[in-house]
T-cell receptor
Framework: DQQVKQNSPSLSVQEGRISILNCDYT??????FLWYKKYPAEGPTFLIS?????DKNEDGRFTVFLNKSAKHLSLHIVPSQPGDSAVYFC????????????FGKGTKLSVIP | NAGVMQNPRHLVRRRGQEARLRCSPM?????VYWYRQLPEEGLKFMVY????????ESGMPKERFSAEFPKEGPSILRIQQVVRGDSAAYFC??????????FGPGTRLTVT
């Protein structure tokens, strides 16, 4: 039972264009969502997060959108750069109490120069 | 401010041996988490600790695995009598609040 799903295993985008990574969740108890970037043989790096009381959060080139009714969130990267090539993980937590993160399986982004 | 530190980075154990993985959280972070990543999978939660307390161990296998976060020193994830299926990357994360978790570089455990 996968509570956080990233249905696209991979995505290729031209440098300078927009990258859109998608994530769906099933657990209504999740109230905080995060995106992480991971390079091979390294730990995940925190990118951006959003609380369930918001529908958008922006940080530089990264914007996360949350659609609670659809249980869907997306990460937009504009403009995409070759250094953005990595695996991106969506994660969610119900918050108060445990804060344990439930991760999707990741989407491998390749930005083509 | 140094990041989350984990050691060793690579650990090779024979079946039946014990594995000890260490994690030093970022300064000022009192929440520590352990996650495991099997090949081709996402990270899976194992355990959440605060100083001297296990808060949530719902992701820990019932046998052979234990974790601690003593008053002084790093957090330790201990795997007794390792089996081949324990081969994975083990990541530690720390947080000042619980929400935003910052990960270490991981320990890659190989059981031969």
């Amino acid at each position: 039972d996968q509570q956080v799903k990233q249905n696209s295993p991979s995505l290729s985008v031209q440098e300078g264009r927009i990258s859109i990574l998608n994530c769906d969740y099933t657990n209504s108890m999740f109230d905080y969502f995060l995106w992480y970037k991971k390079y091979p043989a390294e730990g995940p790096t925190f990118l951006i997060s959003i609380s369930s009381i918001k529908d958008k959060n922006e940080d530089g080139r990264f914007t996360v959108f949350l659609n609670k009714s659809a249980k869907h969130l997306s990460l937009h990267i504009v403009p995409s750069q070759p250094g953005d090539s990595a695996v991106y993980f969506c994660a969610a937590t119900p918050g108060a109490g445990s804060y344990q993160l439930t991760f999707g399986k990741g989407t491998k982004l390749s930005v083509i120069p | 401010n140094a990041g989350v530190m984990q050691n060793p980075r690579h650990l090779v154990r024979r079946r039946g041996q014990e594995a000890r993985l260490r994690c030093s959280p970022m300064k000022g972070h009192s929440h520590v988490y352990w996650y495991r990543q099997l090949p081709e999978e996402g990270l899976k939660f194992m355990v959440y600790l605060q100083k001297e307390n296990i808060i949530d161990e719902s992701g820990m296998p019932k046998e052979r695995f234990s974790a601690e976060f003593p008053k002084e020193g790093p957090s330790i994830l201990r795997i007794q009598q390792v089996v081949r299926g324990d081969s994975a990357a083990y990541f530690c994360a720390s947080s000042p609040t619980g929400y935003e978790q910052y990960f270490g570089p991981g320990t890659r455990l190989t059981v031969t």
